[in-house]
């Protein structure tokens, strides 16, 4: 009698404890917490094939031995929009640097839309459509902005979810090129 | 007969708990492989909403993916996992049966089972204690306890008129006197 009491208390001690730690790393927990970071990093690049808005196709496979900088967006993202002026200075630094391809993809847009706004702000680094969102997908995107850095030989040396400074594209661009800044 | 009848139930409830947990793998259709795969997904750039319920163009991507991955031969474990590496495990609707995601599965069980064992050892516990049946020493000493009762109280009412005796005779309450 006595031992079969403990037993159940024991029992009743387990499950509540069990409940506890659910609760604590479940549901405490935010169940988005690693869309703040990606899962590449560290990986091979995945491949992609986008069509630049001057035309042809441009694979990550063409720009194999530079450093990469590939930036996600829409012409429609506020985002997007806020982080304009950064790309900009960050563009006009590296402008006659040949090891380095600096790609915007457009992930989910009009090509009237995205060539009316490129030639509104005067973009001149190469735009990309991405059909199907293919290249969206392979990076694991889950919104605009995100940037990658790709290394010249293919791996993926840094993200950033969510709009960029000219230092954060600076960072990833030394990381790329494995220089810690 | 008890015994078959226990053992009748736990056929039906372990039958019952198969056929729930059975994965269904077998004879499915392409189609339908890819429609449950985006039931799993969470879409990436929607809030609480599954690749399959969702328009957005992520959502239509993934599921064109689904279809290309299932069309190339790939497991829904090999297709799963390839999201997961990608997004990271918030990714899937549903936890993982494994690491912390087998206490959300698991507890439940785990309280059913405990539950159950508890009311089983109460049942028996409750069978065990003996039924409570008076002893003829427990009938002739309430026989007792009456008669000393009926006597008293006939004593108390009845004086001056009296009291009959065991032996039948009748006293007047007083005492008498040869």
């Known amino acids: 009698m006595k031992h079969t009491t403990r037993w159940i208390a024991l029992a009743v001690a387990f499950v509540v404890m069990a409940v506890g730690v659910v609760l604590a790393t479940q549901v405490g927990g935010d169940p988005r917490a690693d869309a703040t970071h990606s899962q590449l990093v560290g990986d091979p690049a995945p491949s992609f094939s986008v069509r630049p808005l001057d035309g042809g196709s441009l694979s990550r496979r063409d720009l194999q031995g530079k450093a990469v900088i590939v930036n996600f967006w829409n012409s429609w993202c506020i985002p997007c929009q806020d982080e304009l002026p950064a790309l900009h200075r960050f563009a006009d630094r590296h402008r006659d640097d040949p090891d380095l391809a600096f790609v915007g993809i457009v992930r989910d847009d009009t090509k009237d839309a995205v060539r009316a706004y490129v030639a509104a702000e005067g973009i001149d680094w190469t735009i990309a459509m991405d059909p199907g969102a293919r290249a969206a997908l392979a990076y694991g995107t889950r919104g605009q902005p995100e940037t990658f850095a790709i290394t010249p030989g293919g791996y993926v040396a840094g993200a950033q979810i969510g709009p960029t400074t000219v230092k954060d594209l600076e960072t990833m661009l030394a990381a790329a090129r494995g220089r810690a800044r | ?178």
């Open chain 2, 1 to 178: 007969m008890r015994r078959t009848a226990w053992v009748l139930l736990a056929v039906v409830v372990a039958g019952a708990i198969a056929w729930a947990a059975w994965p269904d793998g077998g004879g499915r259709t392409e189609r339908e492989r890819a429609r449950d795969l985006a039931a799993e997904l969470r879409c990436p750039d929607c809030e609480g909403l599954s690749v399959a319920d969702s328009s957005s163009s992520s959502a239509q991507a993934i599921r064109a993916d689904l279809r290309r991955r299932i069309h190339a031969g790939q497991s829904d474990e090999a297709i799963r996992q390839g999201y997961v590496d990608r997004f990271g495990e918030s990714i899937l609707l549903n936890p993982e049966g494994e690491g912390l995601g087998v206490l959300v599965w698991g507890l439940p069980v785990l309280v059913l089972v405990v539950g159950a064992g508890g009311l089983v050892l109460a049942l028996r516990r409750w069978r065990r204690q003996p039924a409570m049946h008076a002893t003829s020493a427990d009938e002739e000493l309430v026989r007792r306890v009456r008669e000393t009762e009926l006597a008293t109280r006939t004593e108390r009412s009845g004086s001056g008129r009296g009291i009959p005796d065991r032996s039948g005779a009748t006293h007047t309450g007083e005492t008498e006197r040869g």
